[in-house]
Nanobody, 125 residues
Framework: QVQLVESGGGLVQAGGSLRLSCAVSGRTFSNYAMGWFRRAPGKEREFVVA????????DYADSVKGRFTVSRDNAKNTMYLQMDSLKPEDTAIYYC??????????????????WGQGTQVTVSS
């Protein structure tokens, strides 16, 4: 069984930064492509960013491109999301997800096999 645990969320002012972490246990981390999704109040869960198994490929939603940076450390079984220049519209619960399949259709929620419980990010104006 694979477990994903997010951490690093919190309250920050607009323009500030946060760094989220996603710790993975239970299986070989490097076998999984990974993704971050978020769900804002009253909205559907949406894709934020994906990263391939080796970390050589990344893909971002247009809304976060240039402000967010995803990375992974396969030796530490952890994925990170550096969020800079945060905006109030970034307020959401952020979820990490693991995909055992090929690195494609990474924006689709149904491509992911395992999910974390989420961490709240609140950006005040």
């Amino acid at each position: 069984q694979v477990q994903l645990v997010e951490s690093g969320g919190g309250l920050v002012q607009a323009g500030g930064s946060l760094r989220l972490s996603c710790a993975v246990s239970g299986r070989t981390f490097s076998n999984y492509a990974m993704g971050w999704f978020r769900r804002a109040p009253g909205k559907e869960r949406e894709f934020v960013v994906a990263i391939s198994r080796s970390g050589s490929s990344t893909d971002y939603a247009d809304s976060v491109k240039g402000r967010f940076t995803v990375s992974r450390d396969n030796a530490k079984n952890t994925m990170y999301l550096q969020m800079d220049s945060l905006k109030p519209e970034d307020t959401a619960i952020y979820y990490c997800a693991a995909n055992l399949g090929a690195y494609r259709n990474y924006a689709r929620r149904d491509m992911y096999d395992y999910w974390g419980q989420g961490t709240q990010v609140t950006v005040s104006s």
